[in-house]
């Protein structure tokens, strides 16, 4: 008997066989659809890796220029400190420089005290010596000037050559006395100076034999002071010697003494 069509229509209950395989289609239908949700296509998946390299991307960018600000800060720092480094370096190059100059100015003053502290006595007499030699100079200047002429040769004037001629032979000869007369003063200032130069020589000869005569004297003085504690201390024992041995000269005595005795009786 074939099935009505209401036994076949879709709202009616399916046998046991037409519902288990309705079942199963449906879960196979099912299975199906999320395979091909699950299966994206290549564009999708092109996209998709599009997407995930952008990001990253950005993500870098994010990092690099994070990186690039800190090390532009400790650069900035950096440079900062360097720079500070250096003002600080030249400020104790100038110091330095500053000091050694100072010490080298001292130095070459002391030298300079060194070398003018022997000449200063010298320079002291030289104040006296310069006020006559000054005062020499000038009497000098005033006999040269009285005796030269000037000889006003303008408006036809004429002169007598002889007196000229005169005047000048003396002039001549009182400057070749002068000139003798500073050489023999070159010379005596010559002796002057090495008679100097050995007085010096004998003025050190001479402190150091009186530091070696000072060194004696004190020699002698402690040998004088110890010979005069020994001289004591020799008193001294040959007293406490005599008072400690009394008996000994008793018996020396009373034997000299029986000695004579017996010797006066025998004879």
Same mark, same amino acid.
């Given at each position: 008997? @074939? ?51 952008? !990001? ?15 090390? &532009? ?25 500053? +000091? ?6 001292? /130095?070459?003053?002391? +030298? !300079? ?9 010298? %320079?002291?007499?030289?104040? %006296? ?9 000038? @009497? ?9 002429? /000037?000889?006003?040769? &303008? ?6 050559? *002889? ?30 100076? @090495?008679? =100097? ?10 402190? +150091? ?5 000072? /060194? ?7 040998? /004088?002071?110890?010979?005069?504690? =020994? ?9 406490? *010697? ?26």
């Amino acid at each position: 008997m @074939s099935p009505s069509a209401w036994a076949l229509s879709p709202g009616r209950y399916p046998s046991e066989e037409a519902k288990g395989g309705g079942g199963r289609g449906m879960m196979s239908g099912m299975f199906g659809f999320l395979r091909k949700k699950k299966e994206p296509s290549a564009r999708e998946e092109m996209g998709h890796q599009l997407r995930m390299l952008a !990001v990253s991307l950005l993500q870098w960018r994010f990092v690099n220029a994070r990186t690039g600000a800190g090390t &532009a800060t400790a650069n900035f720092v950096v440079e900062k400190k360097l720079f500070f480094a250096f003002l600080k370096i030249t400020e104790l190059r100038n110091i330095v420089a500053a +000091k050694r100059i100072l010490i080298s100015r001292r /130095k070459y003053k002391l +030298k !300079v005290i060194k070398l003018l502290n022997p000449q200063l006595n010298l %320079l002291n007499r030289w104040e %006296l010596l310069a006020r006559r030699h000054l005062d020499a100079v000038a @009497s000098l200047s005033g006999v040269l000037e009285t005796r030269c002429l /000037k000889l006003p040769l &303008a408006e036809g004037a004429q002169a007598n050559l *002889e007196m000229l001629q005169q005047f000048i032979c003396e002039a001549v000869e009182i400057m070749s006395q002068i000139e003798a007369a500073i050489r023999i003063f070159f010379s005596k200032a010559e002796l002057v100076n @090495s008679l =100097l130069s050995e007085l010096l020589q004998v003025m050190q000869e001479e402190v +150091k034999s009186l530091d070696e005569l000072w /060194k004696t004297s004190s020699l002698t003085t402690s040998l /004088k002071t110890h010979e005069i504690s =020994l001289r004591a201390n020799l008193i001294q024992g040959t007293k406490e *010697e005599a008072t400690f041995s009394p008996h000994r000269t008793y018996e020396i005595n009373t034997g000299e003494s029986w000695r004579n005795f017996r010797s006066g009786f025998l004879i």
